[in-house]
């Protein structure tokens, strides 16, 4: 039994210790649609749960060509502009049912309009074509007007992706960019992996995940790890949120200090230990907690 983390809510410590070692959904020695399926059916629970505690309106709907979930508070119009969430997954598993945990809690704290994609999934449709539906969504959006871009994991990914793509082709970039756990850099995950103390995400998956996605394209190119982008005071102003024991905390503190050294707007949020996406859990104080910092730091900007 692994050792507690200090400085946790009771309830995140029981969820710690109660985590047991799991089969990686990036490990392929089984048919993907059979591990889609139970992930789904694994998050329910959490979905179900976050549903309860921030009622909202789910409609599918299409943008820019694109399937999407749209998600707003129940019982009233948005009033705060769209927010733009592209899910996690490892660029392979997920979708915005998985992220209703994270959308919701956005949704009623914002009073934003949640558009999520349903962005197409590795490896059956490898790089470039989730980053492509992400800004064919985001080219109609911009035709409304501005919108903020928020993501988790693989999502936090595609949201800088995304902006590098926008800024580079001159087009609108969104009013600011909230990355949860973003996975900044497929080629070099850091010391944080090295030490591989994440309880729902494992060292030995970014390989998986980064040939399966990039299929032999240029790992540095900013569009697959955004890292290597180009930042400066133009870029929108930037939230990340990591954890201690986040597999991806040292590629966030980098990212960070690459932001700032560029001039770029970025606040560096590291709970203490907290794991990967911690903020899906929303049974845990620390999830509400970051998820209201997240839309405090959102709704000034829609």
């Not at 945990?101 to 074509?129: C, D, M, S």
Request: net charge negative; proline share 9%; glycine share 8%.
């Amino acid at each position: 039994m692994p050792r507690s983390p200090a400085a946790l809510s009771p309830e995140a410590e029981a969820i710690f210790v109660a985590m047991e070692p799991f089969d990686s959904p990036y490990v392929l020695d089984q048919p993907l649609d059979g591990i889609r399926k139970a992930q789904r059916e694994g998050y329910t629970p959490a979905v179900e749960m976050a549903l309860t505690r921030y009622p909202v309106t789910i409609t599918d709907v299409e943008v820019g060509g694109v399937a999407c979930m749209e998600v707003g508070a129940d019982g009233t119009a948005p009033t705060r502009g769209t927010i733009l969430y592209l899910f996690g997954g490892g660029f392979m598993v997920g979708s915005p049912f998985e992220d209703l945990p994270i959308t919701a809690a956005l949704a009623v704290k914002t009073g934003a309009r949640i558009v999520a994609p349903y962005y197409r999934l590795a490896p059956e449709h490898p790089f470039p074509a989730a980053l492509d539906d992400a800004f064919a969504v985001a080219q109609a959006l911009s035709g409304e007007g501005s919108f903020c871009l928020a993501g988790e994991s693989a999502g936090g990914n595609l949201s800088l992706a995304l902006t590098h793509r926008l800024r580079a082709r001159s087009l609108p970039v969104p009013a600011a960019i909230a990355a949860l756990s973003p996975a900044c850099d497929l080629n070099d995950f850091g010391d944080s992996a090295v030490a591989d103390r994440d309880p729902v995400l494992r060292a030995d998956e970014g390989p998986n995940i980064t040939i399966a996605y990039l299929a032999g394209h240029d790992v540095t190119d900013p569009e697959a790890s955004p890292v290597f982008g180009a930042f400066d005071a133009a870029f929108p102003p930037t939230l990340i949120t990591t954890g201690t024991r986040d597999m991806l905390l040292s590629s966030c503190v980098r990212l960070a200090r690459v932001m700032r050294e560029g001039g770029a707007a970025v606040d560096l949020r590291v709970w203490e230990g907290l794991w990967h996406v911690f903020e899906f859990y929303p049974d845990i104080p620390e999830a509400e907690l970051s998820l209201t910092e997240i839309a405090d730091f959102l709704r000034p900007r829609l």
